[in-house]
């Protein structure tokens, strides 16, 4: 069986109002799981982006941030290594 995650604001299709984590039914086989996130695709390029913290979590959200040629900010009192090179 397939499992899919999907975005659903609450509500079912008949209107069941229903809370994060529960399975929907999909086509047959197929199970779809609601999240809270919401998916979101946005042209980065050239955009301020403003990292708080200089630790571990920073520097992953940092490293998947570059490629899309973001002008990012740090504002932490301590920073890793990497997060200091670039």
């Known amino acids: 069986m397939s499992r899919f995650f999907c975005y659903n ?5 008949n209107n069941e109002t229903g809370s994060g984590g529960e399975l929907l039914s ?4 197929v199970e779809f799981e609601r999240t809270s996130f919401f998916p979101l695709f946005i ?3 050239d955009k301020k982006v403003l ?8 520097e ?4 998947k941030l570059l490629p899309f040629g973001v002008d ?11 997060i200091e090179s670039e």
């Open 9 to 13: 604001s609450g509500t079912t299709k």
């Open 72 to 82: 990012i900010t740090v504002i932490s009192p301590k920073v890793t290594e990497y």
């Open 26 to 29: 999909g086509a047959e086989g």
């Open 43 to 45: 042209d980065m390029q």
């Open 60 to 63: 992953r959200r940092i490293e």
């Open 51 to 58: 990292v708080t913290g200089g630790g571990r979590v920073a």
